[in-house]
T-cell receptor
Framework: KAGVTQTPRYLIKTRGQQVTLSCSPISGHRSVSWYQQTPGQGLQFLFEYFSETQRNKGNFPGRFSGRQFSNSRSEMNVSTLELGDSALYLC??????????????FGSGTRLTVV | AQKITQTQPGMFVQEKEAVTLDCTYDTSDPSYGLFWYKQPSSGEMIFLIYQGSYDQQNATEGRYSLNFQKARKSANLVISASQLGDSAMYFCVGIQGAQKLVFGQGTRLTINP
């Protein structure tokens, strides 16, 4: 079966610009979560969506936003980019039925560089 | 809130030796789960093994096993017969609720031929 697909793989943006990253989960998975990985802060939770609703949000400024579509694909958007936003952004999809979850599968990530 | 601690920033092991990567966790929830993921230089997170707090036995998956000691709040990963391809970053990860993963700092494992 197809895995979690993140596009694009690499991105270079200029300070002040905005960027949109995409994540297509495994078919049938309705939960998508996003993580930021930097050398200094490690892996940090951004937000999680389930059935088009944001259920949980990490401690990031409002410049970071996301959404989920009816087909479970998710996008995250970062506005007014800063140098510190340079990171690997990972998304993970998971299957949960009746409160029992069945693991997380990660995409290959989008490496964002802000110059 | 859950906290995951990995105290080994880096480890160097000879090929074919067994290696233990340490992980301690701190949570007040009676129900929780712990994962280990491997991250090669390509960046993708690869699932290795999962242990639920109510599981009676330690989890095993091929060459990977989890030494789960609830009283000590530790969930160490054991890799038997290490291979060159095992060189990567390894993350101990806790699950908070069913929505949020909490990552440890990671351990960079290097397997020497």
């Amino acid at each position: 079966k197809a895995g979690v697909t993140q596009t694009p793989r690499y991105l270079i943006k200029t300070r002040g610009q905005q960027v949109t990253l995409s994540c297509s989960p495994i078919s049938g998975h309705r939960s998508v979560s996003w993580y930021q990985q930097t050398p200094g802060q490690g892996l940090q939770f951004l937000f999680e969506y389930f059935s088009e609703t944001q259920r949980n949000k990490g401690n990031f400024p409002g410049r970071f936003s996301g959404r989920q579509f009816s087909n479970s694909r998710s996008e995250m958007n970062v506005s007014t980019l800063e140098l510190g936003d340079s990171a690997l952004y990972l998304c993970a999809s998971s299957l949960a039925i009746g409160g029992q979850f069945y693991g997380y599968t990660f995409g290959s990530g989008t490496r964002l560089t802000v110059v | 809130a859950q906290k995951i601690t990995q105290t080994q920033p880096g480890m160097f092991v000879q090929e074919k030796e067994a290696v233990t990567l340490d992980c301690t966790y701190d949570t007040s929830d009676p129900s929780y789960g712990l994962f280990w993921y491997k991250q090669p230089s390509s960046g993708e997170m690869i699932f290795l093994i999962y242990q639920g707090s109510y599981d009676q036995q330690n989890a095993t998956e091929g060459r990977y096993s989890l030494n789960f000691q609830k009283a000590r709040k530790s969930a160490n990963l054991v890799i038997s017969a290490s291979q060159l391809g095992d060189s990567a970053m390894y993350f101990c990860v806790g699950i908070q609720g069913a929505q949020k993963l909490v990552f440890g700092q990671g351990t960079r494992l290097t397997i020497n031929p």
